[in-house]
């Protein structure tokens, strides 16, 4: 009876696996993850050997930082525009897509590091830093940091507006683990992506699939570490009492529909609420909400986003 029933399991498993769109996905390394353009390698310092675009010219050089578990072509959307433009560079931070991967410290301040050694490989001295959710955080430490070397910002639905508690730090600390993103099951990892958006784009569609074929990869343990102490780093490194010290000019973009800021575990609220307070303390600072829209503004909303980059910095 009971080997009736395991077998019946095991047929249903299977079944659902072979039903699943995802089932026949073949496993991939970082390396060969599709991008949208030619990707190029700055070999710097601790053996970082670090992934990105360098697309278009212009008086204004725009370096795009991604988010918690993301990559570069999150951002696909808005170099493809503003490239005609702009000078448009956007990085894998070490540990994503296709830099190289390792056991950093995986804070705010050592991506900020890390993007400012990039800059002096290029020979860039100033330029526009734009960041999304995690890549925002680290944006904003990045021009306290070294407020010479960052013209204007731009945040998109950036991390660092939440304040958490101790208490709350810690449990961050306690779930977040390797092993709970190594574990992400298929359903999650897709739940996970749409919980990124308030009506997930057909186009997003990659993001699934590119995460889901990971799971196979040689590196994937280390991609993993890299997401649990990035939110490690995130929680270390509070900025909200720090935003009145920023000098430079900065654009705040949110969705309306953000299902991630605020925390719904932890903070009640509305998200206008938390963009507010932020850009209240940023002196020089614009905030832009957009109706129907969640968390990934700059993708999910990409003509309006491209159109508030575009006069924020030509104006």
């Known amino acids: 009876m009971i080997k ?19 089932g026949n996905l073949n496993k991939m390394e970082f390396e060969e993850l599709d991008y949208p353009f030619p990707v190029q390698y700055a070999e710097l310092s601790n053996e970082i050997k670090l992934a990105y675009i360098d697309e278009g010219s212009g008086p204004e050089t725009i370096i795009f930082i991604h988010g918690l578990g993301s990559y570069l072509p999150a951002w696909k959307k808005n170099v493809a525009v503003l490239q005609k433009d702009f000078r448009c ?3 894998d931070l070490p540990g994503y897509g296709k830099s190289s991967k390792g056991i950093y410290t995986a804070t705010m301040e050592f991506y900020s590091d890390v993007i400012i050694e990039m800059m002096d490989k290029l020979g860039i001295q100033k330029a526009t830093i734009a960041g999304h959710s995690m890549g925002g955080q680290t944006a904003i430490v990045m021009s306290l940091k070294y407020p ?33 993103v190594k574990s992400t ?31 196979g990869a040689k590196d994937f343990d280390k991609y993993c570490y890299a997401v649990a102490n990035s939110v490690n780093g995130m929680v270390d490194e509070p900025v909200f ?13 949110f969705g309306e529909n953000d299902n991630l800021i605020p925390n719904r575990f932890l903070n009640g609220g509305f998200t206008k609420d938390f963009a507010e307070a932020g850009h209240s303390k940023i002196p020089n600072s614009k905030l832009v909400m957009i109706p129907n829209c969640g968390h990934f503004v700059q993708f999910e909303k990409a003509e309006i986003t491209n159109k508030e980059i575009i006069n924020f910095l030509k104006n």
């Open 241 to 253: 009492n720090l935003l009145e010290r920023i000098q430079q000019p900065a654009l705040i973009i």
């Open 185 to 215: 099951s298929v359903k999650n990892i897709r739940a996970n992506l749409m919980a990124n958006f308030y009506d997930t784009p057909e186009d997003a569609e990659f993001m699934i699939t590119d995460r889901i074929a990971l799971r």
């Open 4 to 22: 009736k029933i395991l077998s019946l399991l095991a047929t249903c498993v299977i079944l659902f696996t072979s039903c699943s769109p995802y």
């Open 89 to 91: 560079i956007a990085v």
């Open 148 to 180: 010479d070397r960052v013209n204007k910002l731009i945040l998109t639905a950036p991390a660092g507006f939440e304040v958490f508690t101790e208490g709350e730090k810690e449990w961050f600390r306690e779930v977040m683990t390797i092993e709970l």
